[in-house]
């Protein structure tokens, strides 16, 4: 369907849009020369020129604003004003914790409350501010924007009202001190940022409104994102095409390197205007040694590592959806949070911070480190632990707060390691603008450092044996280990290359991408990542990945998992058929045949194309007309006695009203981008505003009993949040479509108007019996498809097409169902559910004729082909009476399976 | 074409497959039961349970042979053990030639001819060998691996034999010391191995052979193989995604990681164990400090290299083209070389070894050293010009090569690059396997020295004012040229990745990439990219990109680009009609149409298919058998004299032979792979051995007088290059289709045997002149489409699909044509062809009605949505003849327009 409408779309556009450059380009061109006329009129000297100089940059500049670099560079240039902003707003909200915390160091209870209160007011504040102004800002909107670049449309996160939400909710929310991150939320900056760009750049250039080129914006956008949060412009274009896209088109690589480097460059380059760096440098610069990084035989302790953390990684997302479900599942807990929405983030506030405590609990796991100290810290080239006693070491700068005076730095390490874990993975369900990829890293980096400084310990003087000692470097193991449980979390493998632009060095590849496959490896295969996660739990309409060892989807093809039941309306279908398919079936598109015997498929047709027929069939105006023919024709009867020969022209006049009725519609379909949007993708969540126009003659305005009927059968949308559509009445100024019509039925043209009374005087004095009778003739009527949108060419599969194929289909072409056709019959058809269904395994699917994943290798190998024959021959059968020489008999068929 | 194909054959493989897996492992199971039994029975000691998990784990161990890991790790293990090898073998050729001219130093001609003689003679036999073993190992291979993982099937340059003659030809290629790269050929190198192993490893498992898995597969080899070349294994996905790529699969990125880093580490192992290395590091290890690489300052120095690389790349790929045209166009020139074919690789080489002769020219241009010897030297972190003046540095090691006495360092390089870069575009002409990316990656490494150099004299102090002194690194500026060139050649951004996991060092990331992105900039809008240049120049089946600023190519249509005169055959069409179209027509494949009024597309059939039904229709067996017939019906006449009853049984038994023939054929086919690849892709070579399963009754069997005719003129595929196979005459034990018809009818059903005689009692009696009449007759009846394979959901699209949307649906599901259908009825078709001149922008098109670009636009809006509903309105009026109450009468269109 949504291939159908994007083609549809495009060519629409493009018409329209090259229909208007044109015009609007004769236009300028016309009053610019003008313009240039008399300005050498007017000033014959040499400013003239200058002038007329000017005025071509101008139009030359307008001309090229169009062009995609210049969009990327805006795009680039905003969002690292906006990530550096608000990076200096962080850190001066985190600065200023500390130094509350600092002042009051006289009184351990008003230290408490300082440490506390501040990011539980700062979070409130920002669950608070996120829910009021745009609730679609909370989470990290990474699972949101894998929606979206799949094709589904979801309006709600892509406006400048969730741009401010998000903003400004994250930078409160960091500004707490909670174990949060910014990649996530950066993406969905980024891409809200692109889109508001791209909204305020049509006001320039017609091309913004090319809706697949926003898409491959959008693409770009979620690049320079993760570009300009970390200065990752390499790392953050492959992590943005790893996490929300499953086909990537390579002509938009450039565009994605382009901005997020740009980005990257300008988010350095105010630091170091800034004063706050003398050079552009990395964000945690790492001085391993370059000479010899680390030892050969030191790899397998990094593949540990790996494994490890891809264990962790999928322990991380498995506790992350446990909490969601656990809060979801309490009703009783449930409807308290409900009623006092703030009130959960701020006891998980409170719990997080009271336990990070410095003089608390805190002391035994750097508490007093924000998450960028502490990442400082554990990427020291230092190593803390020498000869396995953590004693001598000289802990300077913020690596002090690793040290406790009774307690071992390896436990310390731990402590940290337990702590911070679940704490992360509560903290990433507190309502609020935040990622999870920063602390999970900090969480992998410390691990890292505790297996190197395990190492380093073990094995005291380097692991190398010939001469020269190299000491092990525990940093690099961290910067390992970070890259490991960031990947094993999100199913990436480009964190190692995030390591690298942080870290500014790259001597440390074979482990990292050792450690950074093997995570991968194991959490793949143990839970999918955070963000199919939160995509599962937010209920978004997804494709789940085939996984890794796919090859058994192979072997499912289509005709396992196919609807076989499918609801169609043929060609010479009456009104009545429409109705009743309309009443028992609530699908978003119903599939046109030919007949119902020969099921050639010839296009789709939405449902509210045929409610729109069916309304205009049984509708207010169609009757009054029908009263206003009555009385003509009553009239014409009277007058018919005195004049028999006029009685032929009237019925072909009527004729013609009707048919410019329905002209006057569909020509003017295409010029109306409103209208020109039929076949909205399944999931849109359907506004009040925007429905109207799926039923123009609402209910109360046709006092249709079939009508009614229909449209109270109507299918709750599935909104993706508790949308209150269904109560707001149809306001009156929105139907448009039916306005137009009878816009047209009170101008008629000049010859029918002598004939047809004034409007104004036909009275729908017909009783509710009388409506049901002509309802009911009406319904008889057969349908004219005339001024109906169909999409003349759905998307078709054979039924032998491979779960695999169909799963590479519908990915690549961003589909929502597609038809299985055999020799042009309509034979099925498999939506997204199905397909979603048969990936996941699941066979019991109430209505959905499932068949087992490996039923067809129970049917034997000729049963498709004959179904195939026979198939044909019933078409030819149907379509010719000839007498074949030799026919084909249903014994033959029987004799066949011999 | 290949779209239908595709799935079909994936749906009777995965079922072949499945059945067979599940009979093999029934099967297996059992028997290792019963041998567990007997174990068990025999040696009733401790030793039998030992026996059977060694078993269990044998059949463990086979079953997960299929696994997608494990045949990575072979093919990166092979990979870097044929690196390795290689590079071992290469680097004892260069020694050996060093060793020769070192030792000659008493006599220069002597040390001339040894200088000269060792590349002619490598060169001369790795081109011969290459010819006689493997021409299609020539060149670098990318070009065609872009065109095979785009669908299009080049057999030949997957083969054993290719691999053999691409490894041995490319040792000695690179041997020879000439201004060859190893990369290109490597990708085709890894993609070879990576086909020759999943055909060894099909032995073992099934999955192997499915293609969709194959083509996934690779995709990943092509990683390999760049990753395995540099050591560097992101940089290698990146840039094998990059070249060979139009859309990505973010699912198969694993695996190019997986297979990539393994690969890499065990190239870099090998090199350890090898002692050449103490441990892993980069392959041309750069030592720039890193507190301060480089100077915000000094990136417009940088931005310069970027833009003036850009011209350079784009000059590299104009000359490279311009010498291949220039060659083929002079025919003189053309006809010797093609007599002596080894003559111009010999002169060649002899040309660029004579000026780099050391002691000659070469001293002016360090043409002592090595590729990698220039390479390090030139990423040296010390300034070779002090003060501006070349006199006083210490060169040390190779660096004392760009040292000359008279000759200032600067004029070194500029002599230096001027000379590689013709030598290099001129020697990745020779028909020898050969790259051209790492001889550019060494210019543009010498380029970036020559400006770092000139910078470092200009600001001897550095840039930098306040305090601290920091000079200039000249190996920066080296490493963003070597970036920056080799992007702007082959048209990517992942030099960038593959420089920094070369050096080892991350520190000029900035610098890098702005340089990388604006050499891409300028390229891009002036010649196409390396590859894309040999993909032209070498005629293979490619979609040219949409390029940078496409968006006016969203305003073109599919309309103005379909041809609209489609030669189709409709279900009820008759022999005749088969052979007119046939005869007419060159298409490989032809449309099929329900009828000629109605025009529904039903389907589309291989005119392989089409040739098989007439010649089945006219061939031979069927005449002999209606010659049995009739002395069957004579005979039975003559019986019926005496019985009469008899007369109707007759007919119905004749009925069930030929259902039986039929049904055999039809229902044998998809169990038989070899026919179920009926759509193979346009441009496949047809091969001598394949061509007769095309026409399995070939002309001189059957003596048709019609087939004759249509088979002489039947088309000659396009083969690539000059293949033979016209020639070869059809073996007789190939023709197994008609072999199966006939065995079918040797073997009537026991009902019928006693009615038909003895086959072998027919004799082919008849004359020319009845045979004619015959076949005339023949030619009348109507086909039977029954047992002819069709492609029953060929690709459609609508007239309004933007040619933007067009080429990504062709690229991306790799279509070779597509039909324009409207509301089920055909009414066009675009084909690559079509598209491609579109493209391009050409618009005289022989045989093709090409409107203008913008022809659509200056039809009225409404004169579309006009044509669906006359169109509908016809279908409506064909089917139906029902007299509607409102009749769109033609007059009515008229007023519409009004």
């Known amino acids: 369907m949504m291939y159908g409408r994007y083609t549809q779309e495009l060519g629409v556009f493009a018409k329209e849009e090259a229909a208007r450059l044109r015009e609007s380009g004769q236009r300028r061109s016309v009053t610019e020369r003008s313009r240039a006329l008399d300005l050498l009129e ?62 009051l160091d006289s009184n351990v209870l008003l230290q408490y409350l300082a440490w506390v209160t501040y990011p539980v007011v700062l979070i409130t504040f920002s669950a608070g501010f996120t829910q009021i102004l745009a609730p679609q800002a909370v989470g990290s909107g990474i699972p949101e924007m894998k929606t979206i670049l799949r094709g589904v449309v979801l309006k709600e996160y892509l406006t400048f009202k969730t741009f401010v939400a998000k903003v400004i909710g994250l930078t409160c929310a960091l500004g707490s001190g909670m174990p949060l991150g910014k990649e996530g939320p950066f993406v969905h900056i980024a891409s809200l940022c692109a889109a508001v760009l791209s909204r305020f750049m049509s006001l320039f250039g017609g091309i913004y409104e090319n809706e697949s080129r926003n898409t491959e914006m959008l693409a770009a956008a979620c690049a320079v994102g993760v570009g300009c949060c970390f200065a990752a412009p390499i790392g953050g274009v492959l992590f943005s095409i790893e996490v929300t896209s499953t086909f990537f088109a390579v002509r938009n690589y450039w565009r994605g390197f382009f901005a997020a480097t740009f980005s990257a460059f300008i988010f350095r380059v105010l630091a170091v205007w800034n004063k706050d760096e003398e050079n552009i440098t990395a964000l945690f610069k790492t001085r391993f040694r370059l000479d010899f990084p680390f030892d050969l035989q030191e790899l397998p302790a990094f593949a540990v590592i790996g494994i ?72 020291d080239n230092r190593t803390w632990a020498k000869q396995g006693i953590a004693e001598e070491f000289d802990y300077i700068g913020h690596s002090q707060a690793w040290k406790h005076p009774e307690v071992n730095v390896f436990v310390t390490l731990v402590i940290f390691i337990v702590m911070k874990f679940w704490m992360s993975a509560l903290a990433t369900t507190i309502p609020v603008p935040c990622g999870a990829f920063m602390p999970v890293f900090v969480i992998g980096a410390a691990f890292g450092r505790l ?52 870290t500014g060095q790259i001597s440390h590849i074979l482990p990292v991408m050792i450690a950074v496959i093997l995570a991968n490896a194991v959490a793949q295969s143990l839970q999918p990542s955070l963000y199919d996660s939160i995509i599962r739990i937010k209920k978004l309409p997804y494709l789940p990945e085939l996984g890794w060892g796919h090859h058994e989807k192979y072997n499912i093809r289509v005709e396992d998992i196919m609807v076989r039941d499918v609801r169609y309306i043929t060609l010479n279908c009456c009104y009545r058929d429409l109705h009743n398919v309309l009443l028992t079936e609530h699908l978003k598109t119903l599939a046109l045949v030919e007949s119902a015997e020969s099921m050639i498929l010839l296009g789709s047709i939405e449902r509210a194309q045929l409610q729109l027929l069916l309304s205009q069939q049984l509708g207010r105006p169609r009757r009054l007309e029908y009263i206003r023919k009555q009385a003509v024709a009553e009239k014409k009867r009277l007058s018919v006695l005195s004049n028999p020969s006029s009685e032929d022209s009237s019925p072909r006049a009527s004729q013609e009203v009707r048919f410019q009725i329905s002209t ?67 306001p009156p100024e929105l139907s448009r479509p039916a306005k137009r019509v009878r816009i047209s039925v009170v101008e008629p043209p000049p010859s029918i ?14 009783t509710i019996r009388e409506i049901a009778e002509w309802e009911e003739k009406q319904l008889d009527e057969q349908v004219n498809f005339n001024n109906c949108k169909i999409d003349p060419a759905p998307f078709q599969l054979v039924e032998r097409t491979s779960l695999h194929k169909t799963h590479t289909i519908f990915s690549l072409l961003g589909l929502d169902h597609a ?20 990936i996941e395994g699941s066979v019991t699917v109430k209505g959905v004729k499932v068949r087992p994943p490996l039923a067809s290798f129970r049917d034997s190998g000729t049963s498709s082909s004959e179904n195939e024959a026979t198939e044909l021959h019933k078409l030819w059968d149907h379509h010719k009476s000839m007498s074949l020489p030799r026919e084909h008999t249903p014994s033959a068929s029987d004799e066949k399976s011999q």
């Open 42 to 103: 007017y000033e014959k000297g040499r400013c003239a020129k200058c002038r007329i100089c000017t005025v071509r940059c101008q139009k030359f500049l307008i001309s090229r604003v169009g062009e995609d670099w210049i969009f990327l560079v805006l795009l680039g240039l905003v969002m690292a004003m906006v990530s550096w902003v608000m990076d200096f707003c962080i850190a001066i909200c985190l600065q200023a914790q500390k130094w509350m915390y600092g002042g």
């Open 451 to 502: 297996v190197g400084e395990s190492m380093a310990a073990w094995f005291p003087d380097g692991i190398h044996t010939d001469g020269t000692i190299y000491p092990i470097v525990p940093g690099g193991y961290a910067v390992v280990g970070a890259a490991a449980l960031a990947g094993a979390v999100t199913h990436t493998v480009s964190t190692a290359v995030i390591v690298f632009e942080l």
């Open 819 to 838: 038809y299985v056709t055999s020799i042009g019959r309509l034979i099925g058809v498999v939506s997204l559910k199905e397909l979603r269904k048969a």
């Open 753 to 766: 108007k002598n004939l047809s009374g004034d409007d104004g005087d036909v009275e729908d004095d017909m």
């Open 664 to 730: 006057e519609e569909s020509s003017a379909n295409p010029t109306r981008p409103v209208l020109q949007k039929p076949l909205k993708p399944a999931l849109k969540r359907s506004s009040g505003v925007e429905r109207p126009t799926e039923m123009p003659t609402g209910p109360q305005n046709n006092s249709g009993i079939a009508l009614k009927n229909l449209f109270c059968a109507s299918p709750v949308t599935e909104g993706l949040e508790n949308n209150n559509n269904m109560e707001s009445p149809t």
């Open 308 to 379: 490890a953390s891809g264990f962790g990684g999928a322990l991380f997302v498995y506790l992350n959806r446990l909490i969601v479900q656990f809060m979801r599942k309490q009703k009783a807990i449930n409807k308290f949070l409900m009623k006092k929405r703030l009130l959960y983030p701020a006891l998980v506030t409170l719990l997080i911070s009271t336990l990070t405590f410095p003089p608390g609990f805190g002391q035994f796991m750097a508490g007093k480190l924000t998450q960028a100290e502490s990442l400082v810290t554990l990427l």
